[in-house]
């Protein structure tokens, strides 16, 4: 028995198996490797197309949510055949990291021009508005044609994106070959354009797209006004609306892959390994960013911070809280989430998310603010990624693109377009650019494009002038107002008078009361009448008549602490 366990020359179990090994042709091993490579590669990549193939290529099913009582959807949506049917990605591109990644990469924009217009906002910020018209049809400020009444879309890019992305060119392009004129407002300090105030844009920041939709109503008040916000740019669309509520000339809006909850949104981006090289990637452009416009955050932010900043959260917690004045990066991504005003949203708003976006996760999405308001119809899909939305064997079209139009043209046609209710704000003076760029554009050395003043008269009326002359018509008003107030007066120490006669200390008390009564009303006539004025002209400004409340309140109060 022990001859027979010793025999075989000796070899172990080891060697027998490496011998078995060897044996074994290399083409097998290279399989066997690639099968290992190829299912690693399908769950990292989150590959669909075994499961689309097994949907006999069909594309997973478009799931709306919305209030049942919903006029929108059911006049406006229910029209839309994309809504109700089926999205199947570009089968090449069944993936949302594929999808995303082309995305980024070519996307196959339409070609096309723009023509560029500057305009500056109220805190010396320059904007570039990015045009593409219906027609070239030419007219008195080289854009659009003041009488114009064909829709016009205002498109808000992402994060580092501009109108040259090429998500942007095509939505920019489907709407004008279909009659609308679009324009992109690119975000502060992109587009070519140097920050030229201390201020910069953040997901939050509303104030430049309030003010240039002010001024295209006041500029062109016959077109109707639709809105699409991308990702960021659909953060911030929300979040306006939301703050407007009523008050806005947007006569519908389309919300494209949005983040939603920014809180949820930091959490998701650093959980996995993927999302980290995105989240990696975006703080790249974000620092690129930051250095075309170095001599500027070098004054506001933390220069050495940003230069470090490996992630989102960093660059936010070294540039974006600094130059905000935020306490801490999650009081800014709170304070910044549009999911907080959905409820507020009065205008007819599509919401387009896809589920396996790798930037903006569904855990985010407010799927029961979206039911709850009757002007929302959110759709959402199994695929799509983050813009993507790639349709057809060649990727020319985006699903996403032409589902909004879809919408926004079925929304022109029907009777549901939102109507502001509100007066408009008063602008102040834009600076523009005419078409060729001059002589209203200084390039500076490092290629960036800043607005410089122009020396001719203005034909606009400022905001300032514009009051001066409203006061100046309305003093009759006031002083019929003042005469009235004066004849109430009158009459009411008449009826005093003619009161049965009192006691000599009850008359004296009460002479002494209405004197300070009197004094009272002459002190705050002057302030009710501003208060008319700052209501008319600044808008419903809570904090302001906080304070005028205040200023007018401290004489009652001194006058009962006389009386007490």
């Keep these: 028995m022990e001859a027979v366990a010793g025999g075989g020359g000796g070899e172990s179990a080891g060697e027998l198996l490496l011998r078995a090994a060897e044996m074994v042709p290399a083409e097998h091993y290279a399989l066997a490797a690639l099968a290992v490579v190829s299912v690693l590669a399908y769950g990292f990549l989150e590959l669909h197309f075994l499961g689309d193939l097994l949907r006999g290529f069909r594309g997973g099913r478009v799931e709306l949510t919305f209030h049942p009582a919903s006029e929108i959807y059911h006049r406006v949506a229910s029209k839309c055949r994309s809504l109700h049917g089926r999205y199947l990605a570009t089968p090449w591109l069944a993936s949302p990291h594929l999808q995303t990644l082309f995305l980024g990469i070519s996307g196959r924009p339409p070609s096309f021009t723009y023509k560029r217009q500057l305009y500056t906002v109220h805190d010396g910020g320059t904007i570039a508005l990015d045009w593409l018209l219906a027609t070239d049809s030419k007219d008195s400020d080289g854009i659009l044609s003041k009488d114009a009444s064909a829709p016009l879309v205002v498109i808000v890019p992402g994060l580092t994106s501009d109108s040259a992305a090429a998500y942007v060119k095509h939505m920019a392009y489907s709407m004008a070959t279909k009659g609308c004129n679009t324009v992109v407002s690119n975000h502060r300090g992109l587009g070519g354009v140097s ?52 008050n806005t000339p947007v006569a519908g809006a389309a919300s494209i892959c949005s983040p939603w909850d920014l809180v949820v949104g930091d959490r998701f981006i650093s959980r996995k390994l993927v999302q980290r090289f995105y989240d990696k990637a975006l703080a790249f452009g974000l620092k690129g960013y930051a250095k075309l416009h170095q001599p500027v955050l070098v004054r506001l932010a933390n220069w050495e911070g940003i230069k470090k900043s490996r992630s989102i959260r960093e660059f936010d917690h070294h540039a974006t809280c600094m130059v905000a004045k935020y306490e801490t990066v999650d009081t800014y991504y709170r304070r910044c989430s ?69 919408f926004l043209f079925a929304l022109l046609d029907s009777k549901y377009m939102h109507q502001q209710k509100a007066q408009d704000h008063i602008l102040h003076s834009s600076l523009e650019s005419s078409i060729d760029k001059s002589p209203y554009v200084n390039v500076m050395e490092d290629g960036m494009i800043a607005p410089v003043t122009d020396d001719d008269p203005c034909d606009d009326v400022t905001p300032s002038d514009q009051m001066v002359n409203d006061i100046q018509q309305d003093n009759g008003d006031f002083t019929q107002q003042s005469e009235h107030t004066k004849e109430v007066d009158d009459k009411n120490i008449t009826e005093v008078n003619a009161m049965p006669s009192q006691s000599p200390e009850q008359s004296a008390e009460q002479q002494v009361e209405e004197h300070y009564v009197g004094k009272f009303h002459d002190a705050i006539a002057p302030v009710k009448r501003s208060i008319n004025q700052l209501t008319r002209y600044q808008g419903k400004s809570v904090w302001l008549l906080a304070y005028i409340a205040f200023v007018t309140s401290w004489p009652l109060l001194a006058w009962q602490d006389l009386h007490t």
């Design 195 to 246: 920050i030229t105030s201390d201020c910069l844009y953040n997901a939050g920041w509303t104030e430049d797209l309030r003010e240039v939709i002010n001024y295209l109503h006041h500029k062109y008040p016959k077109a109707p006004m639709l809105c699409v916000g991308t990702s960021i740019g659909a953060n911030i669309v929300v979040k306006y609306l939301g703050e407007e509520g009523e």
């Design 338 to 406: 549009s999911a907080s005003y959905v409820g507020n949203v009065s205008v007819p708003l599509l919401c387009v998310n896809a589920l396996d976006d790798p930037l903006c996760t569904r855990e985010a999405i407010p799927w029961d603010e979206c039911r709850a308001n009757k002007n929302i119809v959110l759709a959402t899909t199994p695929n799509g990624g983050h813009l993507g939305f790639f349709q057809g064997l060649t990727a020319g079209r985006l699903w996403w693109v032409g589902a909004v139009s879809e």
